[in-house]
Structure formats: structure tokens, C-alpha cells
């Protein structure tokens, strides 16, 4: 039997992380698919923004009830994993606790911790869920999110409170087989929070206790490989890309808006024909702007996989405030969800087969495009460092460059830039007037 | 006063201490030019050598690169810094936080090197410096003010403290909006919003930052943005409050707060 549950455990963990890892090189794939950008300059200050914005969680604290519950499950998830460890190890071994020995009385001290860690998951996980479905927090049910996102957000908080559960279950059991004696059952001392309801199950024969507490192992460790391998599907595949997403964030003023070094040339050889190379090979025709996510920088399609959908972008949104159609965070989940029908479509098909979709008009609109102020609140606001205005900023590029696709008053305005050198149509020689103004007075 | 040009610099083999950049709105609007004016005015009054490019100056093209025309936009800067390189300036003022953004971090790229300095920043300085000096119990003293934080100052450039600072040189009670600072709420006006119709909403984004300003009981409105002032002062007009209560740039309330 024991024996059996050895190779069971091995084949389930063997597979668990062959389909993750899979999935992983796909997702990687994907946002390969972007185009370059260099993003390794000052490797001091990334590491610091990785320590941070993601280890740390800096920019969370800006809303304080949220960040200290979010923390409480991010360290509950963390740390426990370092009991996964054992029981991965114990599952491998076929033995039962096998760390309790080695730490002699610590190991209980290190379980109550982790009990500790489990009951604020789940109270964080509960309070979490009670925003989302109870007190309907207003950036947490706008109408992007409606659908899988919201059943997404709900199924992860709810497996979560499975998972904890199950691991205190465990526990209790585990206690109460220790205190009769049980065959295998290593004696550790009592857990500071289990110890506390192992008269729930006092009553029961040790057939059920050992039901109980195999089946609480059994469960939690395949629950967590089944989280594990849901992660990449989810919007809770932040806990990994958040890291990499803040290490490799711009480090420029965020008012500053990329250069198109192509079109600064053409215009050099424009005004300076002299400056031309004469012997070039012509260059590739490149797309101006982005018309879709393979024209986008692979950055923005790191940031695409590293949103969990918060909505802080959007509650900080001038535009989405003020009832536009915009959503910073629509942004990018439609950049996500464009960019794994591509990843889809190379997997069906070797390589990308046109589907006569695109990610500007298919996913987002002009109008949307249109409301942006460029105000960078929505980048501002992101914990984990994900800049949303980059990828508006290069979809406007598209729609103007490539398809002329502009309101008639940025026609105008346009125009008066190009022929009065200012955007209103004033004349240029009218310019220094307050100065004559200022002279003669 | 006489305010010289770039051009009579040169031509008298002269160079001034600083280049006051004015900007579309600052040179064209009615609004915005009062806030020329007051900038020029404390500039003239405290003799900074500062000279303008008059009718050699040009749109940045920033509007033009927000809306996504960048083509228009290399053309505006190529033409912009071959001025500006030609004059060798090395040093400008602007009182327009959509200029100071694109010289201080898009220009550079370009071949536009220089020192840019935003007019809340020099006043500031101005002041800590002694060169400006203010009236000792001007006309705003104790007077309820909140600030409102433009975007490409206070998030693109993260500039807070400085225009917040001559405020208190100017002993105001500071009110503070909820959203100020990095919280602060756009005006509507920025990403080539100001050129164009909003789109469809609930509301426009400058009635509801101006509602903001004015449930804050300030009787003024400070701001460092012509567009900014535009817009907010719309947004007091639509709540019919502009009796009552001022939209100003910080500049003309330096102006108006000058020791004689």
C-alpha cells in the first residue's frame, strides 16, 4: 500500500510538472513573439525595483486594508510552501513528517507558524471574496470583468480556502493519532492552532482519522499541483510574472513617451539628403505603431501576463471615471487574451495563419484608444509595474500613421501645427505679440 | 519693459542667463498669456537676463505625438533644435509642464540637450535664493488655496514639493484635493484631449476635477498649466462659481505678490 502511494505521488508530481513547465515555455514563447526592446541597462536599480515593487509590494500599500490582506496571503503562500517541501519529500521517502526528527521540539513551533499563516489566508481569502461577491467593491465587478475573469478570481480564492483547510484537517487528525499511539504517526507535540479542535475529532476510530488525514494529504498536495498547472491559465499568474515584470520595467520618467528612431531618421534624410546612407540595403518595412500584439514590444506582452485584473489602473482612470469607454485594465487583458488566441493559432498551425483579427478594432476599440488622456495614472497605480499608456500610445501610432484614422479636430489641429507652427490657426507672426504688448506698456 | 529675442542677443554677440520657452498657449490664448505676461514680469522685475524666441519658436509637437502623429512630431523637434542648437541655448524655462516634459525626456534623443526647468521650479528657486522677494502680507496670505497637480509635472516628472513650496512663500492655507499628489486627477486636457470633443461619458473630466477643487471651500484654484487653468476654470464656470472662486497660475500669484 505504502508503496503504491510512493509511485502514485511520483507519477502525479512528474506529470504536474512537465504540463506547468509546458505551458510555461509557451507562454514564454508568446511574449517572445513581441518585438525587441532593450531592457537590461542598470541591473542595481531593476533588482531594487524587483525587491521592492514585487517582494515587497511597495505600491499595494497605497490602499492599506487591501495590501495588508493581500500580504497575509502572499505570505501565507510563500511560507507554506516550505512545508510543501516536506511533504513532497515525505511523499517521494514514504515517510510521515520526516522533517519533525531533524528539528526536534522547532518543528512545532514551525507547523503552529504555518497554522498561523493558514488561518489569515483564509480569513484573507474569505474577506476577499466577500468583496468581490457581497460588497461588490466597484473596481472589482465592472463589466470587463464579467464572465470567466470574475468565475477566475472566485475559483482561486475558493481553492485556496480549500487548500488551507485541508492542510488544518490534516493537522487535526495527524494530533489526535499522535496523542493514541498511531502506527507511523511520528510524535511532534501539539500545533498551536490544530491543537486547539483536536476534540472534533476525538471521538472518531483511528480507520477515520487515518481517512482523514491521508485524504487531506492526499488532496492538498494534488490540489496544489492542479494550482500549479491552472496558474498559467489565470490571472493569478502574477505570483510569478510579477517578479520578472518589475525587474525589467522602463526605468525612464514616466512622462516620457518612446522614440520611433525610424521615423526621426526619415525625417533627417528628409531635411539632410546629404545624411542618407546611399549604400543601405532599403529596410524591412516595419508597421507603424502597433496593429496588433506582434507589434507590440515583448515588455508590453510580459505586462499582459503579469495583470491579475485589480482594476487599480482603472479606479485611477480619468477617462473610466468620468464613464468613457476606456479601461486601462481592458487594455490588457485584451492584449492577454489576443495574444493566447495567437500563441493558440502557432500551436495548431506551426506558425501564425492570419485570422483576419487584430488587436486594435477586434479587441479595442477607437473610441477607447480615443478617451486617453495620457495622464499616466493607470501606470502609476500598477503594483507590479505594468504600463498600459505605452501600449495605448502605440495603437494611437497605428491608427494615425497607417490608417489615417483620426477625428476630424486632430486633422485640424494637425494641419495648424504643420502651417502655423502652433495647434490653433493663429499666425506666427502673431506669437510675440504679448511681448510687443508687454513692450509698449 | 522690453523683452528681447533670442535673435537681438545674438546679433549683439550676447547671451542671456536663461531661454523663457512660452509655449502655443502661453504665446496665443488669452487665458495663458496673462501667465506669460506674469512670468516675463517677475523675470524683468528681479533682472533675470532671459531672452524668447519669438516668432522663431515653434509647437514642440507634442500634442501631435500624444495623438499618435509622430511623423509631425520629428519634424516639429527636428526644427525646434536646430534653433536652439543654433542659438547654442543652454538652459530653458517654460511655463507650460507639456514643453518641460518633452525637452527635458524626448529631446535628448533627438540632439536637444539642454537645462529645463519648469517656471514653478525657478520660482521656487527664485525665491530660496533671495531674488525674488514677496510682499509681507501679500494678498493671499492666510487665503484658502488648493493646488492641483498637473500630470507631465507632478506623475511624468515627479515634481510635487516645489510649486506647493512658493504657495507657502506666499503663506496660503494649502486645502489639499482628496486626489493630489500622485493621486492627482487629470484635467482632461492632456494626450491631445484639449484639441479634440471628449468622448462619450457621464460627465467631462475637468467638471469633475473642478467639483473636486470645490467641495475643497478654497476660494483659489492654483495650478501650472495653461491647459490646466483652461480647463478647470471651465469647470468652475459650469458649477457657477467663477465669482466666487479663481482658477490662477502660480506664477501670477507670485506676480501679484512682489515686495515693491
Known amino acids: 500500500m505504502q508503496l503504491v502511494q510512493q509511485i502514485l505521488f511520483i507519477i502525479i508530481s512528474g506529470i504536474s510538472i512537465y504540463l506547468f513547465a509546458q505551458k510555461v515555455g509557451e507562454i514564454r514563447r508568446n511574449i517572445m513573439l513581441g518585438r525587441k526592446e532593450d531592457l537590461t541597462d542598470n541591473p542595481g536599480q531593476r533588482w531594487k525595483n524587483m525587491a521592492l515593487l514585487a517582494l515587497g509590494q511597495k505600491k499595494m500599500f497605497k490602499r492599506p486594508i487591501p495590501a495588508i490582506l493581500h500580504l497575509f496571503v502572499y505570505a501565507g503562500f510563500i511560507i507554506i510552501n516550505i512545508e510543501i517541501l516536506e511533504i513532497i519529500l515525505d511523499g517521494i521517502t514514504g515517510q510521515h513528517r520526516m522533517f519533525a526528527p531533524l528539528l526536534g521540539s522547532f518543528y512545532s513551533v514551525l507547523i503552529g507558524c504555518f497554522e498561523i499563516l493558514a488561518v489569515l489566508v483564509l480569513a484573507g481569502c474569505a474577506i476577499f471574496l466577500a468583496r468581490r461577491n457581497i460588497v461588490k467593491t466597484p473596481r472589482l465587478v465592472q463589466s470587463e470583468l464579467d464572465g470567466w475573469p470574475k468565475n477566475d478570481a472566485n475559483l482561486i480564492l475558493i481553492l485556496e480556502i480549500v487548500l488551507m483547510t485541508l492542510f488544518l484537517a490534516m493537522n487535526t487528525a495527524d494530533l489526535v493519532l499522535q496523542e493514541r499511539g498511531a502506527e507511523h504517526y511520528t510524535v511532534t507535540g501539539s500545533f498551536w492552532i490544530t491543537g486547539m479542535f483536536t476534540g472534533l475529532f476525538s471521538g472518531l476510530p483511528d480507520g477515520t482519522l487515518i481517512a482523514i488525514e491521508r485524504g487531506g494529504w492526499w488532496l492538498h498536495i494534488v490540489g496544489v499541483f492542479f494550482f500549479m498547472n491552472y496558474l498559467p491559465y489565470s490571472k493569478h499568474f502574477h505570483i510569478i510574472v510579477s517578479f520578472p515584470n518589475a525587474y525589467y520595467m522602463r526605468l525612464k520618467k514616466q512622462g516620457e513617451m518612446k522614440n520611433m528612431p525610424e521615423i526621426q531618421n526619415e525625417v533627417l534624410y528628409m531635411m539632410e539628403p546629404d545624411k542618407a546612407p546611399t549604400d543601405a540595403a532599403p529596410a524591412e518595412p516595419q508597421r507603424f505603431g502597433a496593429k496588433d500584439v506582434m507589434d507590440l514590444s515583448w515588455k508590453n506582452l510580459m505586462d499582459a501576463y503579469a495583470c491579475t485584473e485589480c482594476g487599480r489602473c482603472t479606479a485611477m482612470c480619468p477617462a473610466n471615471i468620468t464613464g468613457k469607454k476606456l479601461s486601462p485594465r481592458k487594455i490588457m487583458m485584451d492584449t492577454r487574451d489576443r495574444l493566447e488566441e495567437v500563441g493558440a493559432n502557432i500551436n495548431k498551425n506551426k506558425e501564425f495563419v492570419e485570422d483576419g483579427k487584430t488587436l486594435v478594432h477586434d479587441y479595442i476599440t477607437v473610441e477607447e484608444l480615443r478617451a486617453c488622456t495620457s495622464c499616466q495614472a493607470c501606470v502609476e497605480a500598477c503594483p507590479v509595474s505594468i504600463d498600459p499608456l505605452n501600449i495605448i500610445y502605440q495603437l494611437r501610432r497605428y491608427l494615425i500613421m497607417e490608417e489615417s484614422n483620426s477625428p476630424e479636430e486632430w486633422n485640424l489641429m494637425f494641419g495648424n501645427v504643420e502651417n502655423n507652427m502652433a495647434p490653433w490657426k493663429f499666425s506666427p507672426d502673431e506669437r510675440d505679440r504679448w511681448a510687443q504688448e508687454m513692450s509698449q506698456a | ?260
Not at chain 2, 539642454?114 to 530660496?128: D, P
Not at chain 2, 490646466?228 to 469647470?235: A, I, K, R, V
Open chain 2, 1 to 260: 519693459m522690453t523683452i528681447k529675442s533670442m535673435a537681438e542677443y545674438a546679433a549683439n554677440g550676447e547671451m542671456p542667463e536663461v531661454l523663457f520657452w512660452v509655449g502655443c498657449a502661453g504665446s496665443f490664448d488669452q487665458r495663458a498669456q496673462k501667465i506669460t505676461k506674469a512670468f516675463a514680469q517677475i523675470l524683468d522685475k528681479v533682472g533675470v537676463k532671459f531672452a524668447i524666441l519669438g516668432k522663431e519658436e515653434m509647437c514642440t509637437g507634442d500634442p501631435a505625438r500624444r495623438a499618435g502623429n509622430e511623423f509631425l512630431f520629428q519634424m516639429m523637434a527636428y526644427n525646434n533644435i536646430q534653433t536652439l542648437n543654433g542659438y547654442g541655448i543652454k538652459k530653458i524655462v517654460t511655463a507650460c509642464p507639456h514643453c518641460f516634459n518633452i525637452f527635458k525626456n524626448e529631446y535628448p534623443a533627438l540632439g536637444g540637450n539642454y537645462e529645463v526647468i519648469h517656471h514653478t521650479t525657478f520660482l521656487q528657486q527664485l525665491i530660496n535664493d533671495g531674488r525674488v522677494r514677496l510682499k509681507e502680507s501679500g494678498e493671499f496670505k492666510g487665503k484658502k488655496i488648493t493646488y492641483h497637480d498637473s500630470c507631465y509635472l507632478g506623475r511624468g516628472n515627479n515634481i510635487y514639493e516645489a510649486p506647493r513650496e512658493v504657495l507657502q512663500a506666499l503663506d496660503v492655507e494649502l486645502v489639499e484635493m482628496k486626489r493630489c499628489r500622485t493621486n492627482g486627477l487629470c484635467c482632461g486636457a492632456g494626450g491631445a484631449q484639449m484639441f479634440k470633443e471628449e468622448e462619450k461619458g457621464n460627465t467631462r473630466i475637468n467638471f469633475e476635477r473642478s467639483e473636486e477643487a470645490l467641495e475643497t471651500g478654497a476660494n483659489i484654484i492654483a495650478a501650472n498649466c495653461p491647459f490646466c487653468t483652461t480647463m478647470l476654470t471651465d469647470g468652475v464656470k459650469n458649477k457657477e462659481k467663477e465669482d466666487d472662486v479663481k482658477v490662477l497660475d502660480i506664477a501670477e500669484m507670485v506676480a501679484r505678490s512682489l515686495a515693491d
